[in-house]
């Protein structure tokens, strides 16, 4: 075999061991009993020993070094080409920093655990204290050459960003967004909408059922957090959950539609090599915002969405439901927040992460910065940090550099939507009926067959032909702040 | 680290790999979309190939070396001997017979589910005769000095066991079970019981919570075919099927739990080990076939079951059901065989698996082989293929000697029960109450505390005081064939 065979089998057995873990997770989460919880974890400590090990063993240098001097076609050399960025990475990472790594993201995170329980930020100190440092010496060996550690811990989640750019783009919709806020609250709708859960879940299934969602390749389950695994061609699976007394259901349903329908849009011929998953966390999340934001939320499809909760049992009008789906509420809790304010919740956890990762903030100091920047973006008091700096999970687990994908997508997908729109012309009417083709169409050939062939700046200026700006999202939120027919 | 340390992190890292392949093939069985099938293959095939690399690994011979030279406890002992056995075994077969077998079995399946469908033997023919003799090969490489090709495939399932020892059980069966036939089948009910399926799925649920079966640690599915998934500590998983008009409902789910109780009940201190799973095929069965067997179609519990059922919408005597679930009715199908003539079933199948890998049968003359024994063990003449040689999979997908241990599991179910039954007096005031407990804990402390630090011969023995015979099944049976009041 040559380098390159070999090579391609390494990817496809990487490639398989990811499927892997990436099912042992969603049965964790669906179907596991509760006591399966400590053997699960021995099962994917050793999965992910194993493809840790594999992906940086020494002979995968050795094919790159023969396939690199190998004429090679276009798919080959983008095949070489990320085989090479993501062994060299994994090289620079020493076992033991990788084992401290993967232990201090489980302590971490169940002392987080413990003390958002007991609302009590000290009780959490030293675990963050010791993730902002592994972060800090783990970023600085993956970074590469002139990169600030901050961006080496980018890279993991989407590469090839620049903390620069984050700190111009974060900061525009820092001035921008606030303003919007108070208008924009008195404009939504002063109550939630009691919709039962049985008659929830009867209008999601029609609803993905519309938007092809059928057992022959999908599942639709039921957890605690909405999430969406990726299996295999073929099989996908979202789930979603239901509370009485609020819609999230329908908004959750068609934000994991969108993660996969990018992961089965990628091109077959990408299946089992390196670049046969999705490019970056912000081109994924920005998949998940546009049938969030630009299709749920959006008034045609409201009257789609009303007929399906008609159907099952819960008459209402459909501007009623498009006013609580867009309604603007300020919150403490991001996972909460709705499509205006979202963006504000991430840019505090930019600004927090950044400074810690460079050392210009203490983990004492923490709890003081959010609630100063809390003040300033959204003008709320923090009660207490448990509705505070301990609400996310992200630090605890060791995860720096991951919250900016979460606003990065919310741009991002604006700015798709324009560029689709001035291309297939407005999809109201399309919505209205159900008619969902031509966006899935223009989304597989303008983002999601790449997969990992092209990162997400260059994704983003190639699919919509300007680079990443604020002012799509801009011009989608604006109408928020505006009285409502 | 030690050559003993080394050793028992590959033994928990190859226990993983087995765990995470066993929950792969539960999920494709229960829960994975149909279009998923062939990302899952290839998930399998990764983890069958990483296992066997690692299983037949140069450093383990280092490390069972060093080992072997070292001051040891008795665990210790017991892990690096079967450490030795397995990696031996799995030396003696050089890579590419490995791939070729997997290769083989693969086609091999759908060639034989081909053939089955259109009824036509010469289909299969190839498929089959390239299976026998990749298992003779295979069989004389693993078989070890002295033993045969056929004693070396036994071993995969039934490690030690003989050939002329089965050849002596199975005679001794085949000339004493056809002539209880006759009258059992003049005792039984002439009817089947019409139980509406959701009488079944309630009442199938309510036995198993008597028996300890609750969500915090098991999950009770449905599959096309009854399996039992052990995917670690705290995470057992059972299926069984539901059709109109049969209580096998009943039956295979309490089969299943025996399975299910055989590997919860392993010494915790085996976990992650090479001992940590059932000793054999033929222990395994025997566990589920004393549930089967003993408990359920035991009169008293049958009254319990009554219960149940009546609970669930569908009152019965308890006498009925009992003579329902005791009924003898020959059959050309082994699934679908009643207590008494199922091991006649796996009598002829041994005897023709033997003779294929012997050489003294050909498989041109399988099909007239297996019409002669049919008339010669159960008096029936076949109509057809499908009804006759292509009925089952094993021999299609590769496995031969495996047909053994489920004729050996009733013989060892029967034995260990009386064995129980003399120590712990006789169940049947427990069994009318559901009061199970004082036969776990036997179990538990005779036969599934060891794991696989027991082989089957001296299992046997140690719990039951005598070595394995015929003569506590024929007890078994017997009452089988004699008119009840």
């Not at 090599?273 to 299709?295: C, D, P």
């Not at 505070?388 to 060791?398: F, K, N, P, T, Y």
């Amino acid at each position: 075999m040559t380098g390159l065979q070999k090579l391609r089998e390494r990817t496809g057995e990487l490639s398989d061991l990811e499927s892997v873990q990436m099912l042992l997770g969603w049965d964790q989460l669906v179907m596991m009993p509760e006591e399966g919880a400590h053997a699960r974890s021995e099962q994917l400590g050793t999965l992910a020993r194993l493809n840790h090990e594999r992906a940086r063993d020494e002979q995968l240098g050795e094919w790159l070094a023969e396939a690199e001097d190998t004429e090679l076609d276009e798919l080959e050399r983008d095949i070489v080409r990320v085989a090479r960025r993501d062994w060299d990475r994994a090289r620079r990472v020493p076992e033991e920093l990788a084992a401290e790594l993967a232990r201090a993201a489980v302590e971490g995170q169940q002392r987080w655990q413990a003390a958002r329980e007991a609302n009590d930020f000290a009780m959490f100190a030293p675990a963050l204290e010791r993730n902002v440092q592994l972060a800090r010496e783990y970023g600085g060996r993956v970074a590469g050459d002139g990169l600030t550690p901050y961006e080496g811990l980018l890279g993991d989640y989407d590469f090839g960003l620049r903390a620069d750019e984050l700190r111009r783009l974060f900061g525009a919709l820092a001035d921008a967004l606030p303003p919007l806020v108070p208008e924009a609250e008195r404009c939504s709708p002063a109550h939630t909408l009691d919709v039962p859960v049985a008659s929830q879940q009867r209008a999601v299934a029609g609803t993905l059922a519309r938007l092809g969602v059928d057992r022959s390749s999908w599942r639709v389950d039921i957890s605690a957090h909405p999430f969406t695994a990726w299996i295999g061609r073929g099989d996908t699976r979202v789930t979603t959950r239901y509370s009485d007394g609020n819609v999230e259901s329908l908004l959750s349903s068609l934000h994991e539609y969108g993660h996969a329908l990018y992961e089965r849009q990628i091109d077959p011929a990408l299946t089992r090599t390196n670049l046969g998953r999705g490019t970056s966390m912000s081109i994924h999340e920005s998949q998940s915002k546009l049938w969030e934001n630009h299709v749920a939320r959006n008034a045609a499809f409201g009257e789609l969405l009303a007929g399906e909760l008609d159907a099952a049992g819960f008459p209402i009008a459909p501007a009623e439901l498009h006013a609580t789906m867009v309604g603007v509420e300020r919150s403490l809790i991001r996972v909460s927040a709705d499509a205006l304010t979202y963006p504000l919740h991430i840019i505090l956890r930019f600004e927090l992460e950044l400074a810690l990762v460079e050392g210009e903030l203490t983990v004492a100091d923490l709890p003081g910065a959010w609630r100063e920047g809390v003040r300033r973006l959204l003008g709320l008091e923090v009660p207490s940090d448990a509705l505070g700096s301990l609400q996310d999970v992200h630090w605890g687990a060791g995860s720096f550099g991951y919250f900016p994908s979460y606003a990065l997508g919310c741009l991002i997908a604006a700015q798709l939507w324009e560029a689709l729109e001035r291309e297939l012309g407005p999809r109201e009417e399309d919505l209205r009926r159900g008619e969902v083709e031509p966006i899935k169409a223009w989304l597989g050939e303008r983002v999601h067959r790449y997969g990992r062939r092209l990162d997400t700046t260059e994704l983003v200026e190639r699919a919509t032909g300007a680079p990443l700006s604020i002012d799509a999202f801009m011009r989608f939120v604006e109408p928020l702040a505006r009285p409502r027919p």
